[in-house]
């Protein structure tokens, strides 16, 4: 007697639409990040509001969003492989992603360790270490799922047929990619 | 050997472990000579004693086998589905939304008795001017209350008769995903108890609301309190994942979205709610754990912060959550009206779409709460406007209860006894409520008994009055006994009489400015104060005739029918308790819930082909 959804196609279905639920979630997490940032910076004086610190350089974090959207581009071919079957395809791109997605970790690592400035710096400090750090702990959860993803792709577990986990990985990762373009715009730009 | 599986002392042992591994590791960096507080020995050792936990209890066993693409053991899978008429399984990783739900509502009514009997240490306190049990364990005492009962409106009915009836009533053999299910439930038993140790930690004094600056100030206790409430968040979101994909895609065929009973479209915009606006204050209370613990500056006023966007923030999801606690006991009510008065549910498109503009209204709404906080001042007639609006849908949902009682055939059972007391106090609940919406007034009345008054007859009237009714409606069908009607009816009496007898008289003691959340007054009102002390404790022992009446009834009460009352949803047409698999055939729907009309009697056939 099955329980749940047993039909393969209903159950990929349900788990797509769980994502997509859960990213709107994830949307309104980061909209709350968001809110506290901009209105906390309109009551400043300037930004950064206290003098002696600098806002970080463009170089290292614009480079971190290249590889970013870089790797959205490396998933989108993961996806294709995985409904074309080509298995080999899938290892290839997979892991291709999973890299860039841990140079861009390794960067913001560097990145924060050299920055001057800590967390407990005022409210510019507060602002963005907690809402590069929240992207960052999303970054390392999407790391999490490729590393299934290449797992079960090297047990020759992911095929045309099944490769609900590669599509789920896929929108979340766009989904933080987006993220990831939305503070750099914010945090480093404006 | 048995310890060894997973379940309930392997998961103690590692909640143990990994709050020893948590707090131990810092504590000995601290010995080392590296600077550690308090807080970050606790919030380590909490998070890691979760993890711990939950591991132990067996969450992740499954999804650990299949992320490392080892075969999944179908036959244990199964095994964790449970099997009928073994007690063991409520206290394990079951994934049966039928054993969940009976989790949750003993959970939630166990909360229920002790946050009320923290309510009667308070009206022990305000008995009588002056002070017995102290300031400062007054405001532990409320605030612990509030807390908890905040948590049994959130998850007793969505919860508990969510869990339970959804499924059924949509004609599917459990919720789209039933581990994530087990799992949003396994996430609350440590949060509870942190609250529910919270004494030993120092207590919280904040109120539920836990504004700062006095939550940033206050002890270690607030920092448990504001763990706990992130981690229900958690819980809540994942839950209302799962019954959105449940709704929408699980539903037998025939089941159009215009034939879901009116108590699955009540759950369906509350989970909307609860995933769109948790976020929010689960990122709002992380950035005031951050404040506290790793020393940022969101909520400080003194290092260029913002207090009163930490009030918008918490807002912004605790008003809609109001609503995520009132909601689901409308639907409840909206169900149980058409079967004991035996007519189909009075404008059930419009009830329906009442719900959905409730949801859309309740997130333009917040700042009401905020009118005497400092904020911007353009924006007090605009939320004064919206929150206005906002009792038009509320009074179509109240319109179709009240249409499908009128001219109906009406049976007083106690669940329709219930709906009527519902009625009485939501009304009064609403009316007061436009006061607190027109901001002259709410400049008076805010933080007053008024603002106390009114949101237990909302809150109560909603989400209690429905809770009440619809376990006494769904006893026969969870438990397969019929309950006592002469306790249920006694239950009904003494607790309306009693609530009644407690609330309204606030209204006048915070129209004379008794303060809320001051554990002293002055002292002219201690007469009417004394009263009300008399009535809460009646509230008291009325819920003790309904938990001896739920457990001598389960225990050995008759043995219920499938379809006791003649109703038409689905839950009534297969047996009581149903099967582990729900139907033995998943049903074909034809028609919608509420076709009555046939008089009494007149069992509802051809509306389900099995």
Do not use: C
């Amino acid at each position: 007697m099955g329980f749940g959804e047993e039909d393969p196609d209903a159950a990929r279905s349900n788990m797509l639409l769980a994502v997509k639920l859960g990213i709107l979630s994830e949307t309104m997490l980061f909209g709350a990040l968001f809110a506290a940032y901009f209105v906390i910076r309109s009551e400043s004086p300037g930004w950064p509001p206290v003098a002696g610190f600098e806002r970080p350089a463009l170089l290292l974090p614009g480079l971190d969003m290249v590889l970013l959207v870089a790797s959205s581009g490396t998933m989108l071919w993961t996806v294709r492989s995985a409904r074309s079957g080509d298995r080999s395809g899938i290892r290839r791109w997979i892991g291709l992603t999973l890299l860039l997605g841990v140079i861009f970790i390794i960067i913001q690592g560097f990145e924060f360790a050299t920055n001057g400035f800590g967390l407990d710096a005022g409210t510019f400090g507060s602002t963005f270490y907690v809402l590069t750090g929240f992207h960052g702990a999303h970054v390392l959860a999407g790391l999490g799922l490729m590393a299934i993803v290449v797992r079960r792709a090297n047990r020759g577990l992911v095929s045309a047929e099944h490769h609900t986990i590669v599509e789920a990985t896929s929108y979340y990762w766009y989904f933080v990619a987006a993220a990831g373009v939305f503070l750099f715009a914010t945090l480093y730009v404006l | 050997m048995r310890a060894l599986k997973p379940g309930l002392v392997r998961a103690v042992v590692g909640a143990a472990i990994g709050a020893v591994i948590g707090a131990g590791s810092l504590i000995l960096a601290g010995i080392v000579g590296m600077e550690i507080t308090d807080g970050e020995i606790l919030g380590l050792g909490y998070l890691l004693a979760l993890i711990g936990f939950l591991f132990g209890i067996g969450a992740f066993r499954f999804w650990l086998t299949w992320a490392v693409g080892r075969e999944v053991n179908i036959e244990e899978e199964h095994a964790a589905h449970g099997t009928a008429g073994d007690w063991r399984r409520y206290f394990l990783f079951t994934t049966d939304h039928k054993v969940i739900g009976v989790q949750y509502l003993a959970t939630a009514f166990t909360l229920f008795l002790v946050a009320g009997s923290a309510a009667m240490l308070m009206r022990f306190e305000l008995a009588q001017p002056g002070l017995v049990l102290g300031k400062e364990a007054y405001n532990e005492i409320f605030s612990t209350h509030g807390a908890m009962m905040i948590t049994v409106a959130l998850i007793s009915i969505v919860g508990g008769l969510g869990n339970y009836l959804v499924p059924i009533m949509i004609g599917a053999r459990d919720m789209a995903f039933p581990k994530t299910n087990a799992l949003s439930y396994w996430l609350l038993p440590l949060p509870i108890l942190l609250v529910a140790i919270n004494p030993l930690l120092g207590g919280f004094d904040s109120g539920w609301t836990a504004y700062p600056p006095l939550s940033q100030q206050a002890n270690l206790g607030q920092q448990a309190y504001l763990m706990a409430f992130v981690t229900v968040g958690v819980a809540s979101i994942l839950s209302a994942i799962n019954f959105l994909v449940t709704v929408f895609r699980m539903r037998a065929s025939g089941m159009s979205l215009m034939r879901m009973p009116i108590f699955v479209w009540a759950l369906t915009v509350t989970s909307v709610l609860g995933l769109v606006a948790t976020s929010v204050v689960a990122g709002a209370f992380t950035m005031l754990l951050f404040d506290r613990v790793l020393g940022t500056s969101f909520f400080r006023a003194s290092r260029g912060g913002d207090v009163i966007l930490f009030q918008h923030l918490f807002w912004f999801y605790s008003h809609p959550a109001v609503y995520i606690m009132g909601l689901p006991g409308l639907g409840a009510i909206l169900e149980i009206v058409p079967v004991f008065a035996r007519k189909p549910l009075f404008a059930y498109p419009l009830a329906v779409l009442s719900f959905i503009s409730i949801g859309v209204l309740s997130f333009m709404v917040w700042a009401h709460h905020m009118f005497v906080s400092g904020m911007a001042t353009f924006f007090h007639i605009p939320i004064m406007f919206t929150t206005e609006l906002i009792s038009v849908p509320t009074g179509i949902v109240f319109l179709s209860a009240l249409g499908t009682i009128w001219m109906g055939r009406l049976h007083f059972k106690v669940p329709m006894l219930w709906v009527f007391g519902f009625i009485w106090a939501f009304l009064i609940g609403g009316i007061t409520g436009v006061f607190l919406a027109d901001v002259p007034t709410d400049l008076t009345l805010h933080d007053t008994y008024f603002v106390v008054a009114h949101f237990h007859y909302t809150i109560v009237g909603g989400a209690i009055f429905g809770l009440f009714a619809g376990t006494y409606y769904w006893f026969p069908k969870i438990t397969g006994r019929m309950y006592s009607e002469r306790l249920g009816k006694l239950h009904f009496w003494w607790f309306t009489l009693a609530f009644n007898a407690t609330f309204l008289p606030m209204f006048w003691l915070g129209i004379e400015g008794m303060r809320r959340r001051v554990a002293d007054y002055s002292p002219q009102l201690g007469g009417v104060n004394l009263w009300v002390s008399f009535a809460a404790f009646n509230i008291f022992l009325s819920v003790a005739v309904f938990v001896f009446n739920i457990v001598r009834s389960w225990r050995r009460g008759p043995q219920a029918e499938a379809n006791p009352w003649r109703a038409q949803t689905l839950e009534w047409q297969t047996a009581s308790p149903p099967p582990i698999q729900n139907f033995d055939h998943i049903p074909t729907v034809s028609s919608g819930p509420y076709e009555y009309g046939g008089g009494l009697g007149v069992p509802a056939e051809g509306r389900a082909t099995p």
